[in-house]
Nanobody
């Protein structure tokens, strides 16, 4: 069907930067809204940022001015550039996409998640 594969997580000191990538593959007809969510230990999963196929972006207040979401439609890839990282940004980051795909001789609209990538911000 559809797979989302994240990369780019890791450990960084406060004030540092990381860039996450998420590549979609499978029987994809179109990728609509793509986004990044995160889940810290003991907390619920929360929205970080989203981007439409036309490039309209939306950010959580906690990351505005520090994170930038972008996408390359031809590569079916969404990115999250994270600057000025803080310890409270530590979490597992998940890629999400609303996808029109064709599992067979028909079309289906579905929501898919990546497996998650760990981001740790610590001195």
């Amino acid at each position: 069907q559809v797979q989302l594969v994240e990369s780019g997580g890791g450990s960084v000191q406060p004030g540092g930067s990381l860039r996450l990538s998420c590549a979609a593959s499978g029987s994809i007809l179109s990728l609509n809204v793509m986004g990044w969510y995160r889940q810290a230990p003991g907390k619920e999963r929360e929205l970080v940022a989203t981007i439409t196929s036309g490039g309209i972006t939306n950010y959580a207040d906690s990351v505005k001015g520090r994170f930038t979401i972008s996408r390359e439609n031809a590569k079916k890839t969404v990115y999250l550039q994270m600057n000025s990282l803080k310890p409270e940004d530590t979490a597992v980051y998940y890629c999400n996409a609303d996808v029109l795909y064709s599992p067979g001789s028909f079309y289906r609209l579905g929501e898919f998640w990546g497996q998650g990538t760990q981001v740790t911000v610590s001195s």
